[in-house]
């Protein structure tokens, strides 16, 4: 990512080759490359949970903290990259951030939830991630969720708490996503869940939250 090879190749890009980043540990978010990031339209910075070698700190804790006490709040803030977040042990530290710093957008994965909790009730969980709602720069992925539970489609133990999420955050700021690689249903079973099972949600809903809301929030065109 910061080699000069890699720097010149980010520099060339435009959008329709560069949509994002993905996997990216939070260290390796340089001001320099965020510029670039900002330069080409392609706004995502994906901070993934892995380790901090030799400091002793748990996946989710110790990537972010390595996202607190760096410079990727700060150079994302500046240059409006968008950072999603997979750090479902520490959602109150991710709040934290984002409120230290408000033009920082802020997307946290899978709605806060962890696979170790598949099969287990999920509402604990929900609870630490509904308080995020009253920051307007926190927004939440309503992704891979078939993967936390064991029953079958239509997954109704899901219902109740997608129903909290998009009260709490509102349809603007919840956004639907699968996590394809390891989704444990059909596909199209995860986007029926949203369009055809959840009554509770209006048309207007479904349209920001199965793609006008994270196109807005990424500024990306949504077709004519």
Partial sequence: MTSPAGRGR????????????????????????????????????????????????????????????????????????????????????????????????LIIDHMGLSSALRGKPLAPAIEQLLPLARLRNVAVKASALPCYVAEPYPFPSLHPLIRRVVEAFGCQRVFWGTDLSHLTCPYRQAVTLFTEELHFLSATDKEWIMGRGIAEWLRWPLPA
């Fill in 10 to 105: 980010l520099a060339e890009a435009g959008p329709d080759q560069l949509p994002g980043v993905e996997g990216v540990h939070p260290g390796a978010l340089s001001e320099h490359v965020l510029q670039i990031f900002q330069r080409v339209g392609a706004p995502v910075g994906r901070a993934q949970c892995r380790p901090v070698r030799g400091r002793g700190l748990d996946r989710e804790g110790g990537t972010v903290r390595v996202l607190a006490r760096r410079h990727a709040p700060f150079a994302a803030e500046r240059y409006g990259v968008p950072i999603m977040v997979f750090a479902p042990q520490a959602v109150e530290k991710l709040g934290e951030i984002a409120e230290r710093h408000p033009g920082l957008c």
